[in-house]
């Protein structure tokens, strides 16, 4: 046997080990019988041979085991003497982090570490990115880390103290522990928003010097000088407001890491009572849409640190500059400031609306998702698809709903600042002669930064109200009540296990599950646990574990190794699922061996290093639970709790598992074992029944125990009598009876102590082997002190054994040869991995989950048209160009009528209500355009909504099986969370907004040109340089933003894995390395979205200084062109220059937003390539008459 070992020797044959005889059952012949009967004869000799060599051979590997240890003992006390001298002690035990399912940013210093004072200021550190970004598309490994202070370990050692000091507190207030977290960098966020009104303030201030220089009342070098500072100021605010910007980033992301921290944790303590009151999928959704729908919030809040103080100075200077006369604007305003505030107020409403519904689609999607196989097994999928569908409907509506309530609003921000400007000049025409041009457009340039400001405010307004009913609801969940068992603590030593009037419910006002238990185990006992289904089993561990409403004294001595009914399987390699954040050891192979699933490895494609799916979805039922089985042993604990962990096995893997894991290297260990497999009830230490909420102690004899076993033998015999009566049946089949008869006999045997039954005569043979291999295989099964090579060997051996031992009568050449290609093969296989490292890496046959496809490049004009189809095709896309160009033809026309009328070059000697009534019915028309077209967007926005959803909904329900046992779940509702929401609410808002900016800057560039035409060369330039930098960063940037998506799959497969995994997690006091491993996923996420923003800064930056170039070179070429110029068209054309400045930013700004959000539209439209099962299949009605017949057929 051991000669096989050499894996030299040539003399090896061949691999036969997946190749096995057919198998026909027929009635043996006694000529038959006889032969067979030889062959044991000559097998048992053969095998007593074997054993003697394999004794021989074990001393021999003891002997040198022996001597490694002493070696191994003396380097640990060495190794003693040197920690000791450090004064450091080393921990009895290391949780390795569990493998993230992406790759990791970079590591090592970051670009804005190593920057110096001028690329900070400038963020030239981004431009080697950008540059990389532009060239190939961008990967994780390309991204640095996040900064420090916005790293999630650094956010929560911050927000844990403040929000612990808020709960001390009769009404905790979520936002101040926030606040408290951020306020420094809030406080520079205000600095500089102080700072940058004022640099914005520089223009208007100097918009009449500038036009006294044209008109010549003031010499031409105070023009220049004024050009200048308008030059500096302008790229001094472009300085500030991306710094600004950048900072208001880092404490989005502090604010998101903090909520999103403190929510998973919370999950990880939430009480029974806690989870009556929310569900999984609300708890799901605070993470996924809630955090990031106020994530998304914060930078439009960061205008709120400048907008009042721009709005103040700009009223304080128009009183300077028209007088009383500015008081007519204020009350319009007065009136419109609640009027807006009023709508938005409607907003909260809408939104509470929309998220219960979303809460109620997503927990549908992911029941659906949890139980997908079984849905498609009964065609249920259109009934799902209705449930979902009819949520999705109701959140359409409200969005409908909330769309028009965006349109009110921004029709009051457009029509509010024109109707401001008509009550200023009504009343200063009533009081004053318009004659000065200076002060109308003067007055035009301070109402256009009201203007911009006041379309911020709506916004402004939007976001505190959708972020106040966010914080409302994640306080309320942060206040739900945690695992509070009231128990008292027991007295006890190690390994012990006592409970006195120990009482259970599952929730405060519930029934009590048992009352008054008292119960006691002994270090090193196996107490078994029996009773009828739901008599409060599996609720005992729980108690045990303080997992619900748990009253008494419980005393738990020492570490705890929990094995649930429902094996719980992390989407992770075999091997993490068994090592479970313990360091690889030598004791790894015995758990494998012990626990039945060596032969599994062999038959994975990559052996332990095979990826297993969610949920273990390309395992069967067995291995899972054998799985959870190794790892409760591997972790090597004081106390074991198993909860029936053979119901899942077959009975003959069972009883292996019973005599060489339960019953054999835990034999010292404190054993809790819940069963139903009542023929180990004789190697229990003590029993207990529960029956009636009371646990019995009870002995095989007792009445009760009398009573359970004599049903379990009335069932054993209906099976027996199932079996027979079912005639021929497969080799499989035949095993499987045969075990269970196995099992009733033992039952029987505890009933009467006697022998039952012997079997027929056809299975004396097997039988006879099967008994002469049992004892070589009980006695090489105890010697627990082998090494690990000849552990390996044995159990082979073991295993054709008991192959042998359950197969049909054999020829013996077939039987011969299937005992020697076994043997051969795991003498083979066990020297050459005794060679090979533990932990090899994975081979890709071994990988299961798929990469999430990722689109390179732009995006396409398909994913354009998926989106703009729905809203009404070229003639929506027509109309809408038609009434906005109208409504800034009327615009632009209201202000160049003032300045004619300024200088009375036309209509000379008419009224001035003649000239207001002109001015004030271009206001009213531009005004209707602004409606006409924000109402017709409204409605159009919301036909992609659905469209888009319901072709995903489809495509994803139509997916072959194949496709969810290769796709985390967390990526689908990803999609369905995270991206649906960028599909309602971001993309329509940013595309709205890049439409409606870039109608401004196209006005306004076109103003300017008509009152300077040679200036169209600077023009073009600027222009071509804003395409230039918006499309050289908008690669890079869609590439940030799809990995930011991609990223943030981990990080909800993650939570949802952990929700599922609550029991096991919590038992194996796991939560601090789960939680670790969520704050390492997310600060992944969080890298490239800080790139992301950063990168904008940067392209910011430079659309600031060209802006600057833009408004200095129209100062200087006015200026110096002041003689061939109209004072009315210059002052025109330098309030549009100012209104270019202001408005450039943000509509490069949301001209990328709307690129990037266009991913969303992107992702789920790639749903559309999945592979669908077969046409109609899904939908397809059966005959009437069906089923005719009852058949399989594969094919």
Not at 355 to 377: C, E, S
Not at 650 to 667: A, M, Q, T, W, Y
Not at 800 to 813: F, I, K, T
Request: hydrophobic letters at 45%.
């Amino acid at each position: 046997f051991f000669s096989l070992c050499d894996p030299m020797s040539s003399n090896s044959p061949p691999d036969q080990s997946h190749v096995g005889p057919e198998i026909s059952v027929t009635e043996p012949s006694g000529k038959h019988l006889e032969g067979d009967h030889q062959d044991v004869d000559v097998r048992e000799k053969e095998l007593a041979a074997r054993e003697k060599a394999v004794l021989k051979r074990e001393i021999q590997v003891v002997e040198k085991e022996k001597a490694l240890q002493q070696k191994e003992q003396a380097v640990a006390e060495t190794a003693a003497k040197v920690t000791n001298v450090e004064g450091k002690s080393k921990p009895d035990s290391v949780l390795i982090p569990i493998e993230s399912a992406s790759t990791k940013p970079k590591p090592g210093p970051t670009a804005m570490e190593r920057a110096g004072f001028f690329s900070l200021m400038t963020f030239g550190y981004m431009s080697p990115m950008i540059k990389l970004g532009a060239q190939r598309p961008l990967q994780l490994a390309d991204i640095d880390e996040p900064p420090m202070r916005v790293k999630a370990q650094t956010v929560m050692t911050k927000f844990d103290k403040l929000w612990e000091a808020q709960q001390q507190k009769k009404d905790p207030k979520l936002w101040i522990a926030l606040f408290g977290m951020v306020k420094y960098d809030i406080m520079i966020v205000m600095l500089y928003g102080a700072l940058y009104s004022v640099t914005v303030f520089t223009v208007p201030f100097l918009f009449p010097r500038v036009l006294d220089v044209i008109s010549g009342k003031r010499p031409q070098w105070e023009g220049y000088m004024y050009a200048g500072i308008i030059y500096g100021m302008n790229i001094v605010g472009g300085i500030i407001q991306s710094h600004s910007q950048a900072r208001m980033q880092g404490v989005a992301l502090q604010v998101r890491g903090a909520l999103s921290c403190v929510i998973y944790n919370k999950a990880l303590k939430l009480g029974t009572d806690a989870w009556k009151q929310t569900t999984t999928g609300q708890v799901f959704n605070m993470v996924g849409q809630r955090v990031e729908q106020l994530f998304r919030s914060m930078p439009i809040l960061q205008a709120a640190s400048y907008v009042p103080l721009l709005v103040i100075i700009a009223f304080a200077y128009l009183f300077y500059v028209l007088g009383w006369a500015a008081a007519g604007g204020l009350v319009v305003l007065c009136i419109a400031v609640p009027f807006n505030y009023h709508i938005t107020k409607s907003f909260r409403v809408f939104l509470f609306g929309k998220y219960g519904f979303a809460d109620k689609r997503m927990t549908i999607m992911n029941q659906v998702l949890q139980a997908i196989r079984v849905i498609k097994f009964y065609a249920w999928e259109n009934s799902f698809i209705e449930g979902i569908q009819d949520q999705r409907r109701q959140e359409v509506k409200i969005s409908r709903k909330l769309s028009l309530q965006v349109a009110k609003l921004m029709v009051s921000q457009n029509f509010a600042p024109s109707l401001f400007q008509l009550a200023i000049f009504v009343v200063y025409a009533l009081v004053n002669d318009i004659s000065n041009v200076g002060i109308i457009f003067t007055s035009i340039a301070l109402v256009n930064m009201i203007r911009q400001s006041f379309a911020i405010l709506p916004f402004i307004f939007s976001n505190l109200q959708t972020s106040s009913a966010t914080l409302t609801d994640i306080k309320k969940y942060l206040m739900l009540p945690e695992i509070d068992p009231n128990t008292e603590a027991g007295e006890g030593g190690r390994g012990e296990v006592r409970l006195r009037r120990l009482s259970l419910r599952w929730g405060k006002e519930a029934d009590p599950v048992f009352t008054d238990v008292e119960l006691s185990v002994q270090p090193g006992e196996l107490v078994m646990i029996v009773g009828k289904v739901g008599s409060g089993k599996t609720s005992l561990l729980n108690a045990i574990l303080q997992e619900g409403e748990v009253q008494g004294q419980l005393h738990v001595g020492g570490t705890v190794a929990y094995v649930p009914q429902q094996a719980w399987i992390m989407n992770a390699k075999l091997q993490d699922n068994v090592l479970f954040g313990k360091p690889y050891s030598a004791a790894y192979d015995q758990t494998i061996r012990v626990c039945d699933l060596r032969a599994d490895l062999k038959n994975l494609p990559d052996g332990d290093q095979t990826e297993i799916g969610e949920k273990g979805i390309n395992i069967s039922g067995g291995q899972k639970q054998r799985i959870s089985l190794a790892r409760a042993v591997y972790q090597d604990a004081d106390i074991y709790l198993l909860d029936d962990p053979l119901s899942a096995v077959d009975v003959h893997v069972g009883r292996r598992i019973f005599e060489r894991c339960i019953n054999g290297v835990l034999k010292k260990k404190t054993r809790i074992l819940v069963t139903n497999q009542l023929q180990y009830l004789s190697h229990a230490d003590r029993i207990y029944l529960l029956q009636d909420t009371a646990v019995l102690p009870v002995t095989l004899d007792s009445p009760e125990m009398q009573e359970m076993l004599e049903d379990h033998r009335g069932n054993s015999a209906v099976t027996k009598q199932a079996a027979q009566t079912a005639g021929a049946v497969d080799p499989g089949a035949a095993t499987q009876d045969e075990e269970e008869q196995k099992a009733g006999a033992d039952t029987d045997s505890l009933l009467s102590r006697q022998q039952s039954k012997n079997m027929s005569d056809s299975f004396s043979a097997p039988k006879n082997l099967s008994n002469s291999f049992a004892g070589l295989s009980q006695r090489l099964s105890s010697r627990v002190s082998l090494a690990p090579d000849t552990v390996d060997r044995l159990d082979r051996v073991e295993e054709d054994v008991a192959r042998l031992s359950m197969d049909m009568p054999l020829p013996a050449e077939l039987r011969r040869s299937s005992i020697a290609s076994h043997v051969s093969h795991a003498s083979a296989t066990s020297c050459a991995s005794a060679k090979q490292p533990p932990a090899a890496a994975a081979k890709p046959a071994g990988k299961l989950t798929e990469d999430e496809d990722r689109v390179e490049g732009g995006i396409t004009w398909g994913t354009y048209k998926k989106y703009l189809g729905p809203f009404g095709g070229v003639c929506w896309f027509i109309t809408n160009v038609l009434i906005t160009t109208l409504q800034h033809v009327f615009e632009k026309g209201s202000q160049l009528w003032l300045g004619l009328w300024a200088e009375g070059r036309i209509f000379p000697g008419m009224p001035a209500y003649f000239f207001l009534s002109v001015y004030g019915g271009m206001i009213v028309l531009s005004a209707i355009c602004v409606a006409l077209r924000e109402v017709q967007f409204a409605l159009g926005s919301a036909r992609p909504m659905w469209v888009l959803h319901e072709s995903a909904l489809q495509s994803v329900f139509a997916a072959p099986m194949s496709y969810f046992d290769t796709t985390p779940s967390g990526r689908i509702i990803n999609r369905f969370t995270g991206d649906i929401q960028d599909l309602d609410f971001l993309l329509p808002l940013f595309f709205n907004q890049h439409v409606n900016m870039s109608f401004i800057l196209v006005a306004s560039v076109v103003t300017v040109l008509i009152a300077a035409p040679w200036f169209v060369v600077v023009v073009a330039v600027v222009y071509g340089l804003y395409l230039l930098f918006a499309r050289y960063y908008a690669k890079s940037s869609l590439e940030l933003r799809r990995l930011f998506a991609i990223t943030k799959s981990p990080v909800l497969s993650h939570f949802q894995e952990s929700l599922q995994g609550l029991g096991s997690i919590r038992a194996y006091a796991q939560q601090d390395r789960f939680y670790a491993e969520f704050r390492t996923r997310l600060d992944a996420n969080s890298a490239c979205y800080f790139t992301e923003r950063i990168g904008f800064e940067w392209m910011r930056f430079r659309c600031n200084q060209l802006s600057a170039v833009m408004i200095g070179g129209a100062s200087l070429c006015l200026i110096a062109l002041r003689d061939y110029i109209d004072p009315s068209l210059a002052g025109l054309a330098l309030s549009q220059a100012v209104l270019f400045v202001v408005v450039s930013s943000q509509a490069t700004e949301f001209y990328i937003q709307a690129t990037v959000a266009m991913a969303c539209a992107e992702r789920l439209s790639s749903f559309d390539s999945i592979e669908s099962e077969e046409a109609g299949a899904m939908y397809q009605a059966p005959p009437d008459d069906w089923p005719s017949a009852g058949a399989i057929q594969l094919s």
